[in-house]
């Protein structure tokens, strides 16, 4: 006969106790390395998550570069200038100059400038002009005295004036008479006619003195 087992001997039923009591603390041990874990990795994403302060705390801030120092002022030198040296040469001035009543002292004599010679020179304007002895009133009178209506003119009925130039010289004559503005009809060569028989005239001034001028006359033939 076999012999019966005591229930405190039975293996079996504590093996079983055994191995729950092992399931539990392994659990326990997984769990307290899973916990681990996410305590470290959370530690971490808050690290990782943290406000980045360190911009604020590297940044540097402008500074403005000083301006570069100012050359140097260069002072004057001043050179020291010698005294001027002594002339050794002795200049002998001789002022023992005996005057007498005889001596003769030259006198300075200051030559004026010569004119420029205007004998040839004709003048087209001039300080007193050139006129018919009497003035205008007795040329009028000298005219109407002295000129001739040519016949061909008053037959034709021409009426006009004509303008002559001519030159007064110094002496009043009068020269080189040109017709520079004609009538036709034998007028012009009436009044140049006239023109020449007229007395000398008073010569024109420049200065106060008698010049060559030229001058513009003009004879005014009208039929009454």
């Not at 729950?20 to 392994?26: A, E, F, K, T």
């Not at 040519?150 to 004559?173: C, H």
């Not at 020449?196 to 005014?220: D, E, F, H, N, Y």
Request: a negative charge.
């Amino acid at each position: 006969m076999e012999a019966k087992k005591t229930p405190q001997a039975d293996v079996n039923k504590k093996s079983t106790m055994f191995i729950m009591v092992g399931l539990i603390v392994s659990l326990g041990i997984t769990l307290m390395a899973f916990e681990y874990k996410q305590y470290d990795e959370g530690e971490l994403m808050d690290l990782g998550m943290a406000d980045d302060d360190f911009e604020e705390l590297t940044e540097i801030p402008p500074t403005e570069q000083p301006p570069p120092p100012p050359p140097p002022v260069k002072q004057p030198q001043i050179i020291e200038i010698p005294d001027e040296e002594e002339i050794e040469e002795e200049i002998e001035i001789d002022l023992d100059v005996e005057i007498t009543e005889e001596t003769e002292v030259e006198e300075i004599v200051f030559e004026e400038e010569p004119e420029e010679e205007e004998a040839d020179k004709v003048f087209l304007v001039v300080e007193e002009d050139a006129a018919f002895p009497g003035g205008q009133g007795e040329w009028n009178k000298f005219l109407r005295k002295n000129l001739k209506y040519p016949r061909q003119a008053k037959r034709m009925g021409i009426e006009g004036n004509v303008y002559l130039s001519f030159i007064v010289d110094r002496t009043g004559s009068i020269s080189d008479i040109q017709v520079i503005r004609e009538v036709g009809g034998g007028c012009d060569e009436e009044a140049v006619r006239v023109l020449k028989a007229s007395p000398k005239w008073t010569p024109g001034k420049q200065r106060g003195k008698a010049v060559i001028q030229r001058m513009t006359l003009r004879i005014v033939f009208r039929l009454k």
